[in-house]
């Protein structure tokens, strides 16, 4: 399927699939693809953020559950709070220093992309459709991994 992101500033972004399909002005690539689902956000597409020193957010820190602060520690969730904090920032990539083989796979099955430091995202047709909706204040709208919306901000 489809999909067309256009936000208030800079370009929009098809995406088929895992991959861009194209990026430009959202007249021309609507106009190209009539089919395509339209999804319209405050703010402007970027590629998806970085993080560095996610070892010491995923591996060394307890994210404990806000909900149920009574509920038994448990690592595995943790993790999984972790890695959903990174979506909600519109983190797509992480600097791989991680050394929990556990969390690694953790993060791998989550989508995340582990990269070397010095990594820089870029939204080109064919790459991997990972991009980040970035408010006025800078602050995540919506991240889009591979392709799929994975957080989007209520």
Known sequence: MLTLHTAATGP???VEGRLVAAVGAFEDLSAAHPGARVRRWPGEIVPGRVRDGVRALLEDTFHPDAYLPERPDH???SVRRGIHALLAEGVTAVVDDLTDPAVRAAVDRSGLV???A???PV????GRADLAVIDDDGACVATVLAGRLVHRRR
């Open 118 to 120: 010095g990594h820089r």
């Open 123 to 126: 939204l080109a047709v064919d």
């Open 75 to 77: 690592r595995g969730e």
């Open 12 to 14: 929009a972004v098809l």
């Open 114 to 116: 582990r990269v070397a």
